[in-house]
């Protein structure tokens, strides 16, 4: 066996102490039913959160017995985010915290007699002492911006304020280049402002709602499904492109089930028509807008019948779609969507999605996007942070430019050395991202790993990562904890607080608390001059006119907006954008200057080779990435997931449903487990789809181990998009096996 600096360690080998609580027990605890009136008498033990199960961060209630019983947990009615309603994942939060297989204690890898890595069981002085140690000798010998951090969730904030204390600014979450880092770059080269989260999309008003591939109903992003299913009931136009019949599809009026990564030449013909017929807001174009005349002349050959023979859909419906947003405008969204790192040249596809929506008059307007306005609440006091003289960034000179955060694939590069680039990146802090399963190329993630000098991981379960850390931190659950206030932007302004609602279970702790000792064994006290966060919290509410009293009380509290930010554009004021031109950008200066097309091409894609089918992945609305595959209450929905192949494949291929099949990517990789068949209509001949996040190859994860199979292993052809540095990931093509191959996977 090949040895390596960095073996993966079972952290199942250990006897990780402390009582748990059987799964049967657990699911007890979790699945009892409570009347109103129980519910009711439970009133006085109801602790304010706001959910971790993804990052819409739904406010919501815990209720507890009063002792460390977590009853349930419920949507705040006054939370914009959702309502008070939670979706099934943020009710099924309540495992996260019950899940027996939680990391319990600090983890420091070491070596036993006959020379194997192992972990032992440390305290948590022992853990940060080993900690600052390292990062101190990294700092002395490369310099403290050779430490990077990975985060993504709210420990982020702890996290990165220690990090930049420390005098580094490599910050990276996978939520940016791996997501939504195309379309925020599209949006600020457009609209001179990105999109943020939530989205401000006015769907509970819109008229008509087009969906490039954004899956609503199995992207489960509350208020936006509540919303859309209100705009279903007023009768709004949906209109779906999606190579596969999605839940959306099955709700729209059109459903264009588009050849996989041809969009880009359907979204230049439906610009080309709006133009073209005059379906376009003639007042806001001329008003608002810069290098109409310019887009006029670029899409005149951009005709449906050109789009027809790329993307398969029908010129008449074309045309008749385009006809639906200009009958619906101005409230009509084209949707933006939320993951789009598909094909490498996603920003410019975003670049399309934005200009139809200024031509469609869309942005500011109801129905379509509202202004959205959130608080800002001051840090507390601290010294200036160190001037960092190097980030990941000097690894790839004059790249990326205009990424406007810092890529997760870009500090992974940063770490691996090259003869072009001075590898700068020695340690890793890593926090509550499974970059094993998050970042594509697990061999590419798997070679920074082994140049690493330092790997600290910071999670609540014994994930693919945590297995590659030299020291494991146990973070206790969501549910368990202080954060910083929620201050999101929304059509109103609000704040939401989350504490603890029961004491941490085992040997974990919050990340607040960890960031803040690590500080002090660094030597970095003045950047934490609050003996508990509550005082931060206090200190910050009070700010801006609240308490951390008055918080715990109500939970969510809605603000004013300011008096200067209109929910919608005044018509008859000018309104000035934040680009160059001061104008939403049709034509792109700040594309322009740094050498990309100002206004975006179509570009064909490869296809399958023979044999072999695009690999489509996607949501399900119980899970949340790979986060849930081991949540006892989610794990009872659905516990692995299938593979969905067109009947006529699977004719072909001699498929049954529900046999169980081993898939292989165009370079040969083979999926670590089988996944179970799915024969269905709903997908295209030339693809297949799964959901993401199973797949577990920790035996530790009992419920999740060996469950169905993961996309993050098949994708190893990555397209990078050339303007801001995203993955493309849809460009990989796998083919069947049905009988176990003698090659084993990656993971
Ligand atoms: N192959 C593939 N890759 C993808 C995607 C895909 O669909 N397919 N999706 C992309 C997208 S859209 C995104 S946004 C990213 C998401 O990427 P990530 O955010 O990295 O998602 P997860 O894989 O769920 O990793 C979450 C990790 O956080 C841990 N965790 C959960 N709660 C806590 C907590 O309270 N504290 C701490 N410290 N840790 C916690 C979990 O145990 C898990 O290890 O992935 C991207 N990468
Ligand atoms: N339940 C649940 N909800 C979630 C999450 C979760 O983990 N679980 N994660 C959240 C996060 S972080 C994100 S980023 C979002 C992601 O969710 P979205 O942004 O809505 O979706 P995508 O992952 O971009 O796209 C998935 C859809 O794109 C389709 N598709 C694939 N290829 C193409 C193509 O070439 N063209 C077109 N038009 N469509 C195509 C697929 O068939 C699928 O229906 O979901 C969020 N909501
Ligand atoms: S959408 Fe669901 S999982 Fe996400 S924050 Fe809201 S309740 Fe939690
Ligand atoms: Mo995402």
Redesign the pocket.
């Known amino acids: 066996m090949k040895t390596s600096r960095r073996d993966f360690i079972k952290i199942s080998a250990l006897g990780l102490g402390a009582a748990t609580l059987s799964a049967s027990v657990a699911k007890a605890a979790t699945k009892s039913y409570f009347g109103t009136e129980r519910l009711n008498k439970l009133m006085t033990h109801r602790t304010p959160t706001y959910c971790e199960v ?3 961060k739904c406010a919501g209630w815990t209720y507890t017995d009063g002792a460390d019983n977590i009853k349930k947990i419920i949507g705040h009615p006054d939370d914009p985010h959702c309502n008070g309603r939670l ?1 099934p ?1 943020g009710t099924g939060g309540v495992g996260m915290y019950h899940d027996e297989d939680r990391l319990k204690t600090p983890l420091i890898r070491v070596k036993d007699e006959n020379g194997n890595q192992t972990y032992r069981e440390a305290t948590w002085d022992e853990a940060f002492d080993k900690i600052a140690e390292n990062m101190q000798r990294i700092a002395k010998e490369h310099g403290p911006e050779c430490m990077a951090l990975f985060t993504h969730g709210s420990g982020g904030a702890f996290w990165g304020h220690l990090l930049k204390a420390y005098g580094s600014k490599n910050i990276a979450a996978p ?1 940016y280049a791996q ?2 880092g195309p379309r925020e770059v599209a949006w600020i080269g457009t609209f001179g402002e990105g999109l943020g989260s939530p989205e401000p999309t006015d769907i509970r008003d819109t008229k008509c709602l087009v969906l ?5 109903g ?4 509350n208020g936006q499904v509540q919303e859309m299913s209100d705009a279903i009931d007023k009768d709004a136009t949906i209109i779906t ?4 019949f ?1 839940t959306a599809a099955s709700h729209s009026k059109y459903w264009l089930p ?1 050849k ?4 880009i030449a359907l979204l230049l013909s439906w610009i080309h028509v709006l133009i073209k017929e005059g379906w376009y807001d003639k007042k806001y174009v001329e008003k608002n807008t810069y290098g109409f005349d310019q887009l006029k002349a670029h899409v005149k050959s951009y005709t449906p019948e050109w789009a027809y023979g790329i993307t398969t859909i029908k010129p008449d419906v074309i045309r008749k779609t385009a006809r639906e947003m200009y009958n619906a405008a101005p409230s009509v969204i084209v949707h933006p ?4 790192t ?2 490498g040249d996603d920003t410019q596809r975003l670049r399309a999605v934005a200009i139809l929506n200024a031509l469609l008059g869309s942005w500011g307007r109801r129905g379509g996007f509202y202004i959205g306005d959130g608080i800002s609440i001051p840090s507390f006091p601290h010294p200036e942070y160190p001037k960092p003289t190097r980030t990941w960034r000097d690894a790839m000179p004059g790249k990326f430019l205009l990424a406007d955060s810092a890529l997760a694939n870009g500090v992974c590069d940063a770490t691996i050395p090259s003869i072009e680039s001075d590898c700068s990146i020695k340690g890793w802090i890593v926090n509550g991202t499974n970059l094993i399963f998050t970042l594509p190329d697990i061999e590419n993630t798997k070679k920074a790993l082994q140049n690493l000098e330092f790997l600290v991981v910071v999670d609540t379960m014994p994930m693919e990562i945590t297995g590659y850390a030299d020291v494991v931190l146990p973070e206790c659950t969501y549910l368990e904890r202080y954060d910083s206030i929620r201050t999101s932007k929304h059509r109103e302004p609000t704040i939401a607080l989350r504490a603890p609602a029961v004491e941490p279970k085992y040997n974990s702790k919050p990340g607040w608390w960890m960031a803040k000792e690590l500080g002090h064994k660094l030597g970095l006290d003045d950047f934490f001059k609050y003996d508990h966060i509550e005082e931060v919290l206090d200190w910050q509410l009070k700010k801006v006119g609240s308490s951390l009293e008055e918080m715990k009380r109500i939970g969510v509290k809605k603000l004013e907006r300011d008096a200067y930010i209109p929910l919608y554009f005044n018509e008859n004021e000018d309104i000035g954008f934040f680009t160059n031109t001061g104008k939403i950008e049709l034509y792109s200066t700040s594309f322009a200057e740094e050498g990309f097309d100002p206004m975006p091409k179509y570009t064909a894609h490869p296809e399958p080779p023979e044999g072999y089918y695009r690999l ?10 790979s986060r849930t595959a081991n949540n006892p209450n989610l794990t009872d929905l659905m516990d692995e997931n299938s593979v969905w192949v067109n009947p006529k494949v699977a004719k072909l291929w001699g498929l049954k449903n529900d046999q169980r099949v081993w898939l292989e990517n165009q370079d040969g990789i083979v999926s670590s487990f089988s996944i179970k068949v799915r024969i269905t209509e709903r997908i295209r001949w030339d ?1 297949v ?1 799964m959901v ?2 199973f797949g577990h190859k920790n035996e530790k994860l009992t419920r999740a181990h060996g469950k169905g199979a993961s996309d993050s292993e098949l994708i190893s052809n990555v397209m990078v998009d050339p303007i801001m540095g995203g993955t493309g990931m ?1 460009g990989n093509f796998v083919t069947f096996h049905v009988d176990k191959p003698e090659k084993g996977g990656l993971l």
């Open positions: 993804c990052f819409w979706c994942r939520s997501c939504r490039i591939g954004s899956h609503i199995e992207n489960m992003h492109v999606d190579p596969r999605s588009i996989p990564a041809t969009d969507g939320r993951h789009v598909w094909y489509n992945y996607g949501r399900a609305p119980m899970h949340t990435f693809s789809y993401h996040g849809r």
